[in-house]
């Protein structure tokens, strides 16, 4: 059960830093060579929090990988595909597909196939 709840807020760390990152790139001017585009990527807040939050999924990703089996971990990061999805509806406001949907309940119900 550990390995479950640790895997999904690993995955729930990589979406977030992956829809953090999505803000971060829409704020972002357009590439050029000078201090004005420098000072606009350092002071993107989206970017630092993008990367706060990749590299605390990649930390707590190697902590599962040290103290779990691989077979049952690995499988449980799909779950980063239903945050995804939520996000696209919640954050982005998009709508998904019934396809998709269905997608979604596959990837569940094979996390819980596999944690069994």
Not at 22 to 31: D, S
Not at 35 to 57: E, H, M, P, Q, R
Not at 85 to 97: C, G, R
Request: hydrophobic share 60%; net charge positive; glycine share 6%.
């Amino acid at each position: 059960m550990k390995v479950i709840l640790l895997t999904i807020l690993q995955c729930f760390l990589l979406a977030s830093g992956q829809v953090c990152f999505k803000f971060a790139v829409e704020k972002i001017t357009k590439f050029q060579f000078s201090w004005a585009y420098a000072v606009d990527i350092l002071t993107n807040w989206w970017l630092l929090a993008s990367g706060i939050c990749l590299i605390s999924a990649t930390v707590l990703w190697g902590f599962i990988l040290k103290h779990f089996e691989f077979s049952v971990a690995y499988p449980i990061t799909a779950f980063a595909y239903v945050f995804g999805i939520l996000a696209a509806i919640f954050i982005f406001h998009e709508t998904v597909s019934l396809t998709r949907w269905l997608g979604v309940g596959f990837i569940i119900f094979g996390v819980i196939l596999i944690a069994k």
